[in-house]
């Protein structure tokens, strides 16, 4: 079976309900079994009491104020209390404010031109500290922000406890954040399915938000050359099966990945990728470094 038509085929059934928009919806992969997680910051639910059956009720439904600055869209997030510069060729941005399925509050993006197809991946979305849906599993975008509040459960950006599945990771400023994922062979291996399409992160930390205390970006950013090359070069020394499971995880073959892997990282970090990843990156970069807290 073709990995990355697999792989594909996974996001779409991961993603469907979205009517073609993708706005907030669950990683492609990557949700570590540990909730205390310092980059992927999926808040411990705690026994909630229901919001009068809201049901995840929608609280607004509005266009961001933003401008047009060649390249990028400039806006302003009443909501969040930041602005940013984002991708234009993403289209306008509507935000959406919900409840949460028991208690707290929800906030997404849905970007106007951004249609999801086989290859592209684009999830944005924040939460209030008390956050809970309650029925289904952690989603990449239930980032409620960082906290510190008990030494044995602080969480912070670029913790060294997750350099396994995110090798590249810079702090931006004191609240923003960015990351690569590009997990070892250990994570598929104990995981059991190789399916993860390595993705760029923007965590923001919205410490004194009365709202919303966290909020992120996560999209795709392989062109389709470096994916196949990914593919081809990487994924194929794990081996794969029907179910995308991997069929070789002896430790010499995830040692083998594990050195081809950090090739890969190496061309990511000294700027050796094709032209159209590398532009891709720029443009990510560049949203990260224009967020600003207002």
């Given at each position: 079976?073709?990995?990355?038509?697999?792989?594909?085929?996974?996001?779409?059934?991961?993603?469907?309900?979205?009517?073609?928009i993708?706005?907030?919806?669950?990683?492609?992969?990557?949700?570590?079994?540990?909730?205390?997680?310092?980059?992927?910051?999926?808040?411990?639910?705690?026994?909630?009491?229901?919001?009068?059956?809201?049901?995840?009720?929608?609280?607004?439904?509005?266009?961001?104020?933003?401008?047009p600055?060649?390249?990028?869209?400039?806006?302003?997030?009443?909501?969040?209390n930041?602005?940013?510069?984002?991708?234009?060729?993403?289209?306008?941005?509507?935000?959406?404010?919900?409840?949460?399925?028991?208690?707290?509050y929800?906030?997404?993006?849905?970007?106007?031109n951004?249609?999801?197809?086989?290859?592209?991946?684009?999830?944005?979305?924040?939460?209030?500290?008390?956050?809970?849906?309650?029925?289904?599993?952690?989603?990449?975008?239930?980032?409620?922000?960082?906290?510190?509040?008990?030494?044995?459960?602080?969480?912070?950006?670029?913790?060294?406890?997750?350099?396994?599945?995110?090798?590249?990771?810079?702090?931006?400023?004191?609240?923003?954040?960015?990351?690569?994922?590009?997990?070892?062979?250990?994570?598929?291996?104990?995981?059991?399915?190789?399916?993860?399409?390595?993705?760029?992160?923007?965590?923001?930390?919205?410490?004194?938000?009365?709202?919303?205390?966290?909020?992120?970006?996560?999209?795709?950013?392989?062109?389709?050359?470096?994916?196949?090359?990914?593919?081809?070069?990487?994924?194929?020394?794990?081996?794969?099966?029907?179910?995308?499971?991997?069929?070789?995880?002896?430790?010499?073959?995830?040692?083998?990945?594990?050195?081809?892997l950090?090739?890969?990282?190496?061309?990511?970090?000294?700027?050796?990728?094709?032209?159209?990843?590398?532009?891709?990156?720029?443009?990510?970069t560049?949203?990260?470094?224009?967020?600003?807290?207002?």
């Open positions: 079976m073709n990995l990355k038509f697999s792989r594909s085929i996974f996001l779409i059934f991961l993603l469907a309900g979205c009517q073609g993708v706005s907030e919806a669950p990683t492609p992969s990557v949700i570590p079994s540990d909730t205390r997680t310092p980059t992927l910051t999926f808040m411990a639910s705690p026994t909630p009491t229901p919001f009068s059956k809201l049901n995840q009720a929608i609280i607004s439904e509005e266009k961001l104020d933003c401008s600055l060649g390249s990028y869209t400039h806006c302003v997030d009443p909501i969040l930041i602005e940013f510069e984002y991708p234009a060729v993403w289209g306008e941005i509507e935000a959406v404010l919900r409840y949460g399925g028991y208690s707290g929800a906030y997404s993006y849905r970007f106007s951004h249609i999801l197809d086989k290859t592209d991946y684009l999830a944005t979305g924040g939460r209030s500290k008390d956050f809970a849906d309650g029925g289904r599993g952690g989603w990449s975008t239930d980032f409620a922000g960082y906290t510190d509040s008990d030494p044995q459960d602080k969480q912070e950006a670029c913790d060294a406890r997750w350099n396994d599945i995110f090798p590249i990771c810079k702090k931006v400023s004191q609240d923003v954040t960015w990351m690569i994922s590009f997990p070892k062979a250990t994570y598929f291996c104990n995981r059991g399915q190789l399916d993860l399409i390595p993705f760029f992160r923007i965590e923001t930390n919205l410490p004194n938000n009365p709202t919303i205390s966290g909020f992120v970006f996560e999209t795709s950013f392989l062109s389709e050359q470096f994916s196949n090359q990914i593919e081809s070069d990487l994924y194929s020394i794990l081996g794969v099966d029907s179910h995308l499971n991997p069929t070789k995880c002896s430790l010499s073959d995830q040692q083998a990945f594990d050195a081809q950090k090739v890969f990282v190496e061309k990511i970090t000294n700027r050796s990728v094709d032209d159209e990843t590398l532009g891709k990156l720029d443009a990510l560049h949203l990260a470094e224009s967020i600003t807290l207002r």
